[in-house]
């Protein structure tokens, strides 16, 4: 079976890989140790994880802004943007949100935030914010970054290119 996350093969039904599966259940212990007591008078950011047609109300996971921002690159961006003024004391993770926060120098970030996340509507949006400005992506440090850690995403980055000439 083909893992989600990773793509890469691996015996078993259960979608992830065993090294993904676990990758995956440290991130969730990690954010949800902020929703211990005494822990979350220190936080100022609520996360809300929607899953549509749940029938019951959205996941919801206190945090720190500082941890997030230096925990991933996505939030960095999200949360760092000095170009506008940002009050968040509640961050909704919707697609809207990071569509509408969609920049140049997110774009890959959010890109590859879209795929671990297997989000159509945010890999389509990124990917053509990317291909549009393909004459940069080349001199991006972290364009240099992405070629190491997901080669496959610039493959389909350059296959995108390519199939709109």
Known sequence: ?????????YDGDAGACRQCYEDLKAK???????????LTFFTDVVLYGA???????????????????????VF???????????????????????????????????????HHHNDKQIIDAALTLITNN???LASSVKYAELKKSHPQLV???????????
């Open 1 to 9: 079976m083909k893992c989600i996350s990773c793509e890469g093969n």
């Open 28 to 38: 969730v212990a990690f954010l949800a140790m902020s929703n211990r007591d005494p």
């Open 51 to 73: 899953d549509d047609g749940h029938p019951k109300a959205p996941a919801r996971a206190m945090a720190n802004k500082a941890v997030l921002a230096s925990r991933s690159p």
């Open 76 to 114: 960095r961006a999200i949360l760092g943007n000095e170009t506008k003024e940002i009050h968040i004391y509640e961050l909704d993770l919707c697609q809207k949100f990071f569509v509408s926060n969609l920049n140049w120098d997110n774009s890959l970030a959010t890109y590859t935030f879209g």
């Open 134 to 136: 393909i004459e940069k």
């Open 155 to 165: 493959i389909e980055i350059y296959e995108r290119h390519f199939a709109s000439l």
